[in-house]
């Protein structure tokens, strides 16, 4: 089995005339934290729809654990274990906290409407079990006590955590953050980043992130990867990323490049 968890190769993706995702190749090793940066429009969250099924590319190929992506349903992708979040939280707000992180579980459960209809003894024993993984990651992620409130009841930051709760639930290989920090104070986000890292350290899950807090993204990331117009622009360790021209003139143009060189000669 390969050393990559994920590898995407030449990956198109096309909206009308608009080439969000332009050749790109990538490639993800097992147990790293990583983070996708660019601009926005860069073709960071399609690359992250083109992994989870919500879009079909248009050519490439996306293997993930040695097994291709192509043509699958998202639930069948979460099923091979990929989960993720997204940019704006997306939680289901009228029901409790513990409900939501059961339903994260969905994907693996084996009980048909009909068991359920019967009361049949396997599809309480799959219940019961369903509700104890929920109190342990409800636990993990730090909400303990709060299993019984309304999700949209929960302080921004407690929703994020609850949001990756339920993605855990689903027994990910693969975890997906996008813009995990978004809207969050100093505080939560170094708690969140903290966080990140135990489900690496401890669960043995490998960790995608777009994030737009630099601090965050350099104080985390093994690898980072730069998209710009849907390309790969740069990619390497945090140190190296952040002094690239090329990275400095997508994000700021091309007077900050020139500015930057101006002080290097000085120095």
Same mark, same amino acid.
């Given at each position: 089995?390969?050393?990559?968890?994920?590898?995407?190769?030449?990956?198109?993706?096309?909206?009308?005339?608009?080439?969000?995702?332009?050749?790109?190749?990538?490639?993800?090793?097992?147990?790293?934290?990583?983070?996708?940066?660019?601009?926005?429009?860069?073709?960071?969250?399609?690359?992250?729809?083109?992994?989870?099924?919500?879009?079909?590319?248009?050519?490439?190929?996306?293997?993930?654990?040695?097994?291709?992506?192509?043509?699958?349903?998202?639930?069948?992708?979460?099923?091979?274990?990929?989960?993720?979040?997204?940019?704006?939280?997306?939680?289901?707000?009228?029901?409790?906290?513990?409900?939501?992180?059961?339903?994260?579980?969905?994907?693996?459960?084996?009980?048909?409407?009909?068991?359920?209809?019967?009361?049949?003894?396997?599809?309480? #024993? +799959?219940?019961?079990? %369903?509700?104890?993984?929920?109190?342990? !990651?409800? /636990?993990?992620? $730090?909400?303990?006590? *709060?299993?019984?409130?309304?999700?949209?009841?929960?302080?921004?930051?407690?929703?994020?955590?609850?949001?990756?709760?339920?993605?855990?639930?689903?027994?990910?290989?693969?975890?997906?953050?996008?813009?995990?920090?978004?809207?969050?104070?100093? #505080? +939560?986000?170094?708690? %969140?980043?903290?966080?990140?890292?135990? !489900?690496? /350290?401890?669960? $043995?899950?490998?960790? *995608?992130?777009?994030?737009?807090?630099?601090?965050?993204?350099?104080?985390?990331?093994?690898?980072?990867?730069?998209?710009?117009?849907?390309?790969?622009?740069?990619?390497?360790?945090?140190?190296?990323?952040?002094?690239?021209?090329?990275?400095?003139?997508?994000?700021?143009?091309?007077?900050?490049?020139?500015?930057?060189?101006?002080?290097?000669?000085?120095?």
């Amino acid at each position: 089995m390969s050393d990559n968890i994920l590898e995407a190769h030449q990956v198109v993706k096309r909206f009308g005339g608009l080439l969000a995702t332009d050749h790109l190749d990538y490639e993800l090793p097992r147990g790293m934290i990583a983070s996708i940066i660019g601009p926005n429009g860069a073709g960071k969250t399609t690359f992250f729809n083109c992994l989870t099924g919500f879009y079909q590319i248009d050519e490439g190929t996306l293997d993930f654990n040695g097994s291709s992506l192509i043509g699958l349903e998202s639930y069948e992708i979460t099923q091979l274990g990929i989960s993720r979040t997204f940019q704006n939280i997306r939680l289901f707000n009228n029901m409790t906290v513990l409900e939501n992180i059961m339903v994260g579980q969905e994907p693996h459960l084996k009980s048909s409407w009909i068991g359920a209809l019967l009361g049949l003894p396997s599809v309480r #024993r +799959e219940e019961e079990a %369903t509700e104890a993984r929920a109190r342990e !990651l409800l /636990d993990f992620v $730090g909400l303990r006590g *709060l299993g019984d409130q309304l999700a949209k009841n929960l302080p921004y930051g407690d929703q994020r955590r609850l949001e990756i709760a339920r993605a855990l639930g689903a027994k990910p290989k693969l975890l997906l953050l996008d813009e995990p920090t978004a809207g969050m104070n100093p #505080r +939560e986000t170094a708690q %969140t980043t903290t966080f990140i890292k135990r !489900l690496r /350290d401890e669960l $043995g899950i490998t960790i *995608l992130m777009i994030e737009h807090d630099m601090k965050v993204v350099m104080g985390i990331s093994e690898k980072v990867t730069v998209l710009d117009y849907g390309r790969k622009i740069a990619e390497g360790l945090p140190q190296e990323i952040q002094s690239n021209p090329v990275v400095i003139e997508a994000y700021l143009g091309k007077g900050a490049t020139a500015a930057l060189m101006a002080q290097e000669k000085q120095a």
